[in-house]
């Protein structure tokens, strides 16, 4: 799958990266001077058609309006995923798309949510997203058990399976 823009074929050299956010520098007088948002691989400066971007409202940082690709993929994994009351959610890495995961679920009504993540410096930002925090193969503060990777088997040949549901403690 490539991204708009996207230039190089495996196994290189590529242009990585998909969106990109930034300032117009030159172009139509309406965007001279805008933050915009654009499906562009990561670089500083580059020329594409005035249609090819955005306007990011003002309100709205940078800094900010560069998470929507990533949180746009965590709200395609939920979709996916299907959430419902009751359910134990073990989300497995707290890098950009988990940590986006885990907060989007951090909303949902009645599900249980679990960061595992194998650096313990992950924990506080579990902690900041209102979610349980576990390293793999650990138990976390309310007593639920995290995910250890399991090898796929002929019963269970997702590389998931470590996320399936298991009997809850008695704590």
């Known amino acids: 799958m490539r991204a708009p823009f996207q230039e190089g074929d495996f196994p290189g050299p590529v242009k990585y990266g998909y969106l990109n956010v930034g300032v117009v520098e030159e172009g139509p007088g309406a965007l001279v001077g805008r933050t915009v948002f654009c499906l562009y691989p990561h670089q500083t400066r580059y020329v594409v058609p005035a249609a090819a971007v955005t306007a990011v409202p003002d309100a709205v940082p940078a800094a900010r309006a560069v998470l929507a690709g990533t949180v746009e993929t965590a709200v395609n994994a939920l979709w996916d995923a299907a959430p419902l009351v009751g ?58 058990s995290s995910c250890t990777p399991a090898p796929p088997s002929r019963d269970s040949p997702a590389p998931w399976n470590c996320c399936a549901p298991r009997a809850r403690s008695s704590n």
């Open 87 to 144: 359910d134990r959610i073990a989300v497995v890495g707290g890098g950009m798309v988990g940590c986006s995961v885990a907060a989007l679920l951090a909303r949902f009504p009645g599900v249980r949510v679990q960061l595992v993540d194998a650096d313990p410096a992950r924990a506080e930002v579990a902690g900041a997203l209102g979610v349980d925090f576990a390293l793999p193969g650990t138990r976390s503060a309310t007593g639920t």
